[in-house]
């Protein structure tokens, strides 16, 4: 009788995922929305397809049988800012921390300045050694930050932004599409640590909130 009410519950269970999916898919399809809005939306879907398949998620499996969506703040384009790029030249290589023992190389590739309610802020933006010779990430840069969200609305071990190399004078950092690192789904995981120059005293209330598993 137990093993016939837990399948019951897990089939209803996969139905409320679905209609869930379908509700967000259908906003998505949205003439109010803008492409940009479309895009970020487009993107999350993809994520969560990634983490709801055993063979891609980070998520445990006792947390992908639960998992509907993550969690995100309001897309909010004042959190979408072109930054003055500084290039840092014959950088030294660091030894940077993580939540284990591990010490991947990076070096600091560039200084981004921006002003943000309103403050100057400046973020260190870094390049993995390792990633240099990888054709699929040649082009990578890697910002790790922590703000005032941090360990509340946000996963306490700050979040990350992807960018590329560019030759511009500016870069684009758009905090929507912050996300969390592994290590705040799995303890299995090693995480770079946000460095404290990268601490940025206002609050981000963009991109991906803290992970609750529901089991």
């Not at 950088?91 to 309103?118: M, Q, S, V």
């Not at 995981?189 to 120059?197: F, L, N, R, V």
Request: charged share 25%; proline share 4%; glycine share 2%.
């Amino acid at each position: 009788m137990k093993l016939k009410f837990y399948l019951v519950f897990i089939m209803l269970s996969l139905i409320g995922c679905d209609n869930r999916s379908a509700n967000k898919q259908s906003s998505i399809k949205d003439d109010s929305l803008n492409t940009y809005e479309k895009d970020i939306l487009e993107a999350r879907l993809e994520t969560d397809k990634k983490f709801k398949d055993s063979e891609s998620s980070p998520l445990n499996q006792e947390d992908i049988l639960f998992f509907d969506s993550l969690d995100y703040f309001a897309i909010d384009t004042s959190f979408r800012i072109w930054a003055k790029l500084m290039k840092v030249e014959n950088a030294d290589t660091i030894l940077f921390p993580t939540t284990t023992d591990r010490k991947p190389k990076y070096y600091i590739y560039a200084k981004a300045n921006f002003e943000l309610n309103k403050q100057n802020i400046e973020l260190n933006i870094y390049r993995n050694v390792a990633f240099m010779n990888d054709s699929a990430y040649k082009n990578h840069l890697f910002l790790p930050f922590s703000d005032y969200t941090s360990g509340e609305e946000t996963y306490g071990g700050g979040r990350y932004l992807d960018l590329e190399i560019t030759d511009s004078s500016h870069i684009l950092i758009d905090f929507n599409k912050a996300y969390n690192p592994y290590c705040a789904y799995n303890s299995k995981y090693s995480c770079p640590i946000p460095p404290k120059e990268n601490y940025i005293e206002t609050e981000i209330r963009a991109g991906e909130k803290n992970f609750h598993s529901k089991h």
